[in-house]
């Protein structure tokens, strides 16, 4: 589903106040990060703030379609951030501040191009179709075998 599907989709099942109400739950867990000040306000302001219950805050947190619409936003800006992940996986590839490159993003970085890929090798020790085939005389042998086991005599009618 394309991003303006989803996100059309998504918020057509919520009202104007749950919108709002998971706008500014993924703006204040992105606070610490992105303001000066870092600081994270309160469910109780953010509740206050879009004019409802911090208790229906909380609720509408263990909804399914409000969740999926708070993890739609935080996808948004996790992608808009790309170049600056990009920008310090270099960084740590290059060495840091330290000089050492770091090997585990070398491994990201291979991963996420393609260039390194965990490979497993399945080897199918099973006999193959040929190499269960009876000749027909074996093949006349299993049915007097047979034979004589429905008989219950140990001799085969056909014999």
Known sequence: MSNARQRKVLEAQLTPQQRKAAQLIVANEWAELLTEEGKKRTMAELAEEVGIAR??????RAQEVFGAYVNYLTDLQLSAMRSEVNTALMKAIRGGANGVPSVKA??????????????????????????????????????????????????????
Request: glycine share 4%; no cysteine.
């Open 106 to 159: 070398l491994d990201l970085y291979f991963r996420r191009y393609g260039l390194l890929t965990d490979r497993t090798v399945v080897e199918d020790t099973r006999q193959t179709v040929e190499d269960r085939r009876k000749t027909d005389e074996e093949i006349r042998a299993d049915i007097s075998e047979l034979d004589a086991m429905v008989n219950g005599n140990g001799e085969s009618e056909s014999a």
């Open 55 to 60: 208790s229906t805050l909380f609720e509408w």
